[in-house]
């Protein structure tokens, strides 16, 4: 599914300026703590996070991870979106919590990067 | 055996920085990615070092992070000055932290990592004295996956 397609499902709206949203995402890792972040197996391609620091970046920079979309309305200062933008990961905000914007798009078939279980539309898909 | 050095590089990290905790990290991923380093391997070494370079950022006054790249292997090496690790074993557990909130408000402090740099690495060293400061080296092979 492409990114801008998440945008619409989510209904978010995109911080960056003059960065491409029609990137492929397939595997996305959601939490606040970076450690978590850093310790999959498999490269995720989106972070869904409630951290809005610079911090966010650098680790999604770190891990070759492509874009995040922010959770909860969160919104990173400026400083944050020009670093973003400087490293070519493009930014999104949505207002639902982390647990309605997981499930919706686990439901779509969108899955973690180190999954052992099927896709939400594949439940019983299991690897 | 001593191997041939094809490259070194010297990043210093200021302690308590952590609007430019990262920097290094993210120059030595760009400087082995254009020279054509395996993603994973890449990948790899930039987690290790991040995760250094972060504990030099929270824990640490200043630090040095060292990029030494053989025809065999990548060598990041990290000597700091700060409080140093009076029990190591521990420090290696997963969960153990003694991280401040400023340090989970930002994202880390989970206590993962030492683990994570361990589990990156296909060699790693630690050293620590108290009140003088941490030295880490970590080495990943070029001509593996670790998996």
């Known amino acids: ?127 | 055996m001593e191997q041939e050095t094809i490259l070194q590089e010297e990043f210093e990290i200021a302690g308590g920085d952590f609007v430019n905790g990262g920097v290094a990290s993210c120059r030595i991923k760009n400087i082995l990615k254009e020279i054509g380093v395996d993603a994973n391997i890449l990948r790899r070494v930039a987690i290790a070092s991040y995760e250094a370079e972060m504990n030099v950022v929270m824990y640490a006054k200043k630090g040095i992070m060292k990029l030494i790249l053989t025809p065999n292997k990548v060598i990041i090496r990290v000597d700091d000055e700060g409080p140093g690790i009076p029990d190591i074993e521990l420090a290696m557990q997963p969960g153990y932290s003694t991280a401040t909130p400023e340090m989970r408000e930002m994202g880390f402090g989970a206590g993962m990592g030492l683990p994570n740099i361990k589990k990156n690495a296909d060699v790693f060293n630690i050293n620590s004295t108290v009140n003088k400061g941490t030295n880490l080296e970590i080495t990943i092979n070029l001509n593996n996956k670790n998996e």
Do not use: W
């Open chain 1, 1 to 127: 599914m492409k990114l801008n397609q998440l945008k619409e499902i989510l209904q978010a709206k995109v911080l960056t300026n003059h960065l491409p949203i029609d990137i492929e995402i397939n595997n996305i890792i959601a939490s606040d703590l970076m450690s978590d972040v850093l310790n999959t197996k498999n490269p995720a391609e989106l972070l869904l996070t409630g951290l809005s620091n610079n911090q966010a970046v650098r680790t999604c920079e770190i891990a070759g991870i492509k874009a995040i979309i922010f959770v909860r309305g969160k919104t990173p200062d400026e400083e944050t979106i020009k670093l973003a933008e400087s490293c070519k990961i493009p930014l999104l905000s949505c207002d639902l919590s982390m647990f309605e914007t997981c499930g919706l798009l686990y439901s779509r078939g969108l899955k973690n990067p180190d999954s052992k279980y099927g896709t939400g539309n594949n439940p019983s898909g299991r690897i």
